[in-house]
């Protein structure tokens, strides 16, 4: 999960850089599932949570220079406020 801070004159421009850069890019990566992002509008925080078929995928996209990396510094850069990253195991319930 990448954690950011989205101000309202950036959503724009964050939304289509995932539809057209982000997502692009993790369909390339063996294991990517689908991404979600959730943004509250009153405190512009925002949560990206990607998902991967297994741990050995997760841990590929997570490498140094890779995908999570690519994408932290260019939503930085967009929004001009830190990412936070964490991992969490999805269980489905049913």
């Known amino acids: 999960m990448i954690g950011f801070k989205v101000p309202p004159e950036r959503l724009e421009e964050v939304e289509n850089t995932y539809l057209t850069s982000f997502v692009p890019e993790m369909e390339k990566h063996r294991g990517f599932a689908f991404v979600l992002v959730f943004r509250n509008a009153e405190t512009n925080e925002t949560f990206e949570v990607s998902i991967w078929e297994d741990d050995d995928a997760l841990r590929e996209s997570a490498k140094e ?13 967009i929004t001009g406020d830190a990412t936070v990253i964490e991992n969490y195991e999805l269980r489905l319930i049913t």
């Open 65 to 77: 220079g890779g995908v999570v990396e690519w994408k932290t510094n260019k939503l930085e850069s």
